[in-house]
């Protein structure tokens, strides 16, 4: 049918390890005859150990276990991590984030159209900031502050170094 069009989400949650493979299927009828067609979508591996991608929701990583990932999060999206070791990867974009009792050992963090929230205690990782930060309870990090970073703050925190180039005094 020329012309139409649909539109919807969907959020698969708590996915046990595998492949899980998505598509949408057109139904219609064609005279009296009901009909239906696919177009396939892709293929998700989920191995419960790594993410890479674009978020589609707003979500929260709690994962006690290592983890690798690698996230933009754009727009109105947010993206909180909660409890979770983050071995390597990188979390950037303008969207919001927010570390709440998170280790993010080698995780490169790059967000510069929002500040990230602090709600917890934090170790480790590379972070890169554009925007006011107010960094609270952050340790054994290291930090660069770029331009527009400027009346950014540190409380409770330790062990940070800064990037080269940025002119950080801790």
């Not at 890479?52 to 709690?62: N, P």
């Not at 690798?68 to 919001?96: C, H």
């Not at 609270?136 to 180039?165: E, I, K, M, P, T």
């Amino acid at each position: 049918m020329a012309g139409s069009s649909f539109s919807g989400t969907y959020n698969d949650a708590d996915l046990a390890p595998g492949t899980y493979s998505y598509a949408v299927v057109r139904h219609y009828l064609e005279g009296d005859e009901e009909k239906s067609s696919s177009l396939p979508l892709g293929t998700a591996t989920i191995t419960g150990n790594s993410a890479a991608g674009t978020l589609l929701f707003d979500e929260t990583i709690s994962a006690p276990d290592p983890v690798t990932l690698t996230i933009a999060v754009t727009g109105e999206r947010a993206l909180k991590v909660d409890g979770a070791t983050v071995a390597s990867g990188s979390l950037f974009g303008t969207g919001s984030l927010e570390l709440k009792d998170a280790n993010l050992g080698g995780t490169s963090v790059s967000f510069s159209a929002k500040p990230v929230v602090f709600s917890g205690a934090v170790t480790g990782g590379s972070y890169f900031f554009a925007h006011p930060q107010d960094i609270a309870s952050l340790s054994n990090a290291s930090v660069r502050l770029l331009a527009g970073s400027g009346l950014s703050s540190f409380s409770g925190c330790q062990g940070l170094r800064h990037r080269d180039g940025c002119g950080c005094k801790f």
